[in-house]
T-cell receptor, first 114, second 111 residues
Framework: DVKVTQSSRYLVKRTGEKVFLECVQDMDHENMFWYRQDPGLGLRLIYFSYDVKMKEKGDIPEGYSVSREKKERFSLILESASTNQTSMYLC?????????????FGSGTRLTVV | QKEVEQDPGPLSVPEGAIVSLNCTYSNSAFQYFMWYRQYSRKGPELLMYTYSSGNKEDGRFTAQVDKSSKYISLFIRDSQPSDSATYLCAMVKSNTGKLIFGQGTTLQVKP
C-alpha cells in the first residue's frame, strides 16, 4: 500500500511566521496535492503538482506556495502565517495522470496559528 | 451553487440500521464517482469507486449511481459503531481530470 507521511500531526505557530508543511510518499506517484479541510467548507485544493519542479494553483492558493524538488516530497509553505490559515491540512498522492485513480491521503496536519 | 452537494448531517443511527448517504451534482461532465471514509483526526481513505450508473457492492457497502438524476448514494447495511466517521463523496470531471469533493456527512452509529 502507498504510504503518505505528513511530518507533523499538530503544529502551533505565531502570526507572521513562515511555516513549512512536509509530505513524503513512498511510491513513485507522479501527482501530489495539498488540501485544507474546514468545517462547513469541506476539502479545498490549494496547490498540486504533476511532476518534479512543476506546480499548479488550485482553488485557494493565496497566502501559500509549494516546492517539489524531489518526486517523493511535496512541501506546502505559508509565507506569513495568519489566523485564518488555522486549519487541517491534507496531502494526497495519485498514481498516473488520470484522476479516476483515487487519491491516497496522509493523516493530516492540524495547524493552529495564534 | 456548489458543483457537488452533500448534506453534512450529523446523522445518528442505532447499531444494525441501514444507512443511506447521498450526494447530488450539477454537471454532466462528472464521470467517475468515489466514496471516502474519514475517521476522526485521520485523512480520508478510498472506500468505493464506480463509473457507470447502477450498483456496486462490497461487503456491507453498496454504491449507487444514477447519472440521469445526477445522484449518487452509499448504503451501509448492518451498521456498526466502527462505521462512525465522516463520509465524503467525490467525483472526477472528465474535461479537467480534477477530483471534486462533497462537504462530507458525519455518521454516528450508536451501540
Amino acid at each position: 500500500d502507498v504510504k503518505v507521511t505528513q511530518s507533523s500531526r499538530y503544529l502551533v505557530k505565531r502570526t507572521g511566521e513562515k511555516v513549512f508543511l512536509e509530505c513524503v510518499q513512498d511510491m513513485d506517484h507522479e501527482n501530489m496535492f495539498w488540501y485544507r479541510q474546514d468545517p462547513g467548507l469541506g476539502l479545498r485544493l490549494i496547490y498540486f503538482s504533476y511532476d518534479v519542479k512543476m506546480k499548479e494553483k488550485g482553488d485557494i492558493p493565496e497566502g501559500y506556495s509549494v516546492s517539489r524538488e524531489k518526486k517523493e516530497r511535496f512541501s506546502l509553505i505559508l509565507e506569513s502565517a495568519s489566523t485564518n490559515q488555522t486549519s487541517m491540512y491534507l496531502c494526497a498522492t495519485q498514481i498516473g495522470t488520470r484522476a479516476n485513480y483515487g487519491y491516497t491521503f496522509g493523516s493530516g496536519t492540524r495547524l493552529t496559528v495564534v | 451553487q456548489k458543483e457537488v452537494e452533500q448534506d453534512p448531517g450529523p446523522l445518528s443511527v442505532p447499531e444494525g440500521a441501514i444507512v443511506s448517504l447521498n450526494c447530488t451534482y450539477s454537471n454532466s461532465a462528472f464521470q467517475y464517482f468515489m466514496w471516502y471514509r474519514q475517521y476522526s483526526r485521520k485523512g480520508p481513505e478510498l472506500l468505493m469507486y464506480t463509473y457507470s450508473s447502477g450498483n456496486k457492492e462490497d461487503g456491507r457497502f453498496t454504491a449507487q449511481v444514477d447519472k440521469s438524476s445526477k445522484y449518487i448514494s452509499l448504503f451501509i447495511r448492518d451498521s456498526q459503531p466502527s462505521d462512525s466517521a465522516t463520509y465524503l463523496c467525490a467525483m472526477v470531471k472528465s474535461n479537467t481530470g480534477k477530483l471534486i469533493f462533497g462537504q462530507g456527512t458525519t455518521l454516528q452509529v450508536k451501540p
